[in-house]
T-cell receptor, first 116, second 117 residues
Framework: DGGITQSPKYLFRKEGQNVTLSCEQNLNHDAMYWYRQDPGQGLRLIYYSQIVNDFQKGDIAEGYSVSREKKESFPLTVTSAQKNPTAFYLC???????????????FGPGTRLTVL | AQSVTQLGSHVSVSEGALVLLRCNYSSSVPPYLFWYVQYPNQGLQLLLKYTTGATLVKGINGFEAEFKKSETSFHLTKPSAHMSDAAEYFCAVSDSRGGTSYGKLTFGQGTILTVHP
């Protein structure tokens, strides 16, 4: 089945440690996105990528890093510089339509990160 | 810049009653609009979308929404609520028109729908 996978589902880390969240898609989508979700704040965009080896900062990129070495993979690293990393993290992807537009985003199941 | 406002962070209805979740947006370009649903500890699932054409769009699970440009609104409705509709709902606007867009979505704060028996 085609879709987006995120692993692990739950992740616990000690304060000061970097941690990498996995996101893989087999939909052959061009663009991939990372969001952070906190209660009552909706979803906030961390990073996004349209093509391999290229990505852009979203609204809350500080303390995060990404890479896009393969079309199907877009891992997110939460660094020790992120002040409040405990949150639910969602990965999404979308396909480029003709004339530059994009269709809707498809979401993975999410990773809940808890920093102790 | 785009923004989305969902009126009411919590909405409670009785089973069988009308569901109305409100969404207003601002956008500098003709928008693409979306409604997503999220069940606890899960990702978001697309309910419906408006891109072009008919302003009344039908989605999954009996939901529909109407794009009203003059009111900059995209309210979500369902004639009869079911217990399984209890979830959090997000309205989103995209900058997906034009060759330079990256398909970025701006989300509202979300509305938690509770359905009482």
């Amino acid at each position: 089945d085609g879709g987006i996978t995120q692993s692990p589902k739950y992740l616990f880390r000690k304060e000061g440690q970097n941690v990498t969240l996995s996101c893989e898609q087999n939909l052959n989508h061009d663009a991939m996105y990372w969001y952070r979700q906190d209660p009552g704040q909706g979803l906030r965009l961390i990073y996004y990528s349209q093509i391999v080896n290229d990505f852009q900062k979203g609204d809350i990129a500080e303390g995060y890093s990404v890479s896009r070495e393969k079309k199907e993979s877009f891992p997110l690293t939460v660094t020790s510089a992120q002040k409040n990393p405990t949150a639910f993290y969602l990965c999404a992807s979308s396909i480029r339509k003709g004339q530059g537009g994009y269709n809707e985003q498809f979401f993975g199941p999410g990773t809940r990160l808890t920093v102790l | 810049a785009q923004s989305v406002t969902q009126l009411g962070s919590h909405v409670s209805v009785s089973e069988g009653a009308l569901v109305l979740l409100r969404c207003n947006y601002s956008s500098s370009v003709p928008p693409y609009l979306f409604w997503y649903v999220q069940y606890p500890n899960q990702g978001l699932q697309l309910l419906l979308k408006y891109t072009t054409g008919a302003t009344l769009v039908k989605g999954i699970n009996g939901f529909e929404a109407e794009f009203k440009k003059s009111e900059t609104s995209f309210h979500l409705t369902k004639p009869s609520a079911h217990m399984s509709d209890a979830a959090e709902y997000f309205c989103a606007v995209s900058d997906s028109r034009g060759g330079t867009s990256y398909g970025k979505l701006t989300f509202g704060q979300g509305t938690i729908l509770t359905v009482h028996p």
